[in-house]
């Protein structure tokens, strides 16, 4: 599952090759897209946004469409010139968005929906601007509303609802629990505003800084600005706790815990002596 920054950097590289210009061309394996096409064609609109909201990819078309995509694990955009040789093969091809300049290929995209405005509002998994880490409309007060609906609920569990907080994939939820020195395992009735408010804040700055321009594919949360770019046979090595499960805290020396956590049973990692349980108790790694 790409985390929401993956999302966010292929937004923005469909923007570039997409927004302001004329389509010339659109094309889908999807029946259900192409006879949207067929009623109001794409050919002759523009693209004039593009955006990601948590795990989602949105084309807004002038018409006034927008073309919603779900990568899960499989899908990907690739953009190419003209006749350029396409790196994946044809038979991959969902969607197809030609214009002057560009060829923007939807291969393998699992989930893909035509959108009116009003479709758009009311489609409850797509995840408002306000909610979403990366957008600029960010709402840290409605986050907090709505993580105070799962009061009883594991906070780095929480982090990963996209219904609450849109963005964080499971190698933030461990780092902005860490750099917060919140317990991955403490509920969030547990947890003072401040703290909620200081893990929001820590969960916006780390995405966002993993989709400067400069930024490679690896996630880095630890090591300041240094960014890594060449691929890195350790996958913590540029983290300060996800995948470091035995090896020494980088702040106390402390071990690494590594525990499976929630009904999705996904791993979290944390660092017992910097995230202490707000009321004492310990957690077993
Ligand atoms: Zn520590």
Redesign the pocket.
């Known amino acids: 599952m790409p985390e929401g920054d993956t999302i966010f950097r292929t937004a923005r590289a469909l923007g570039r090759a997409l927004i302001g210009k004329q389509i010339t061309k659109f094309r889908s394996t999807y029946p259900l897209l192409t006879r949207f096409d067929d009623d109001v064609p794409l050919a002759g609109q523009t693209v004039e946004q593009v955006e990601s909201r948590g795990k989602w990819l949105l084309i807004h078309f002038s018409g006034g469409a927008t073309l919603a995509t779900h990568m899960l694990m499989s899908g990907s955009w690739h953009i190419y010139k003209p006749g350029e040789r396409w790196q994946q093969p044809r038979i991959n091809m969902r969607i197809v968005i030609e214009n002057g300049d560009y060829v923007a290929v939807g291969f393998r995209v699992p989930v893909a929906k035509m959108l009116k405005p009003q479709e758009l509002a009311r489609a409850a998994k797509i995840p408002p601007q306000a909610i979403d880490v990366l957008n600029e409309n960010f709402n840290a007060g409605e986050v907090l509303r709505r993580m105070s609906t799962c009061a009883d609920e594991e906070v780095a569990d929480v982090l990963l609802h996209q219904e609450v907080l849109a963005g964080v994939g499971n190698v933030f939820k461990s780092e902005v629990c860490?750099v917060t020195g919140v317990n991955p395992f403490s509920r969030v009735v547990s947890l003072e505003h401040e703290k909620l408010t200081a893990l929001i804040a820590a969960a916006r700055r780390l995405v966002a800084a993993n989709v400067l321009e400069d930024s490679g594919e690896t996630i880095v949360t630890y090591g300041g600005r240094k960014r890594r770019t060449t691929h890195e046979a350790d996958p913590g090595a540029s983290l300060w706790v996800y995948g470091r499960a035995g090896e020494p805290?980088?702040?106390?020396?402390?071990g690494?815990r590594r525990r499976i956590q929630g009904p999705d049973a996904r791993v979290t990692f944390w660092?017992?002596?910097?995230?202490p349980m707000a009321d004492g108790t310990d957690v077993d790694g």
């Open positions: 860490f805290c980088r702040r106390c020396g402390e690494i660092c017992a002596r910097c995230q």
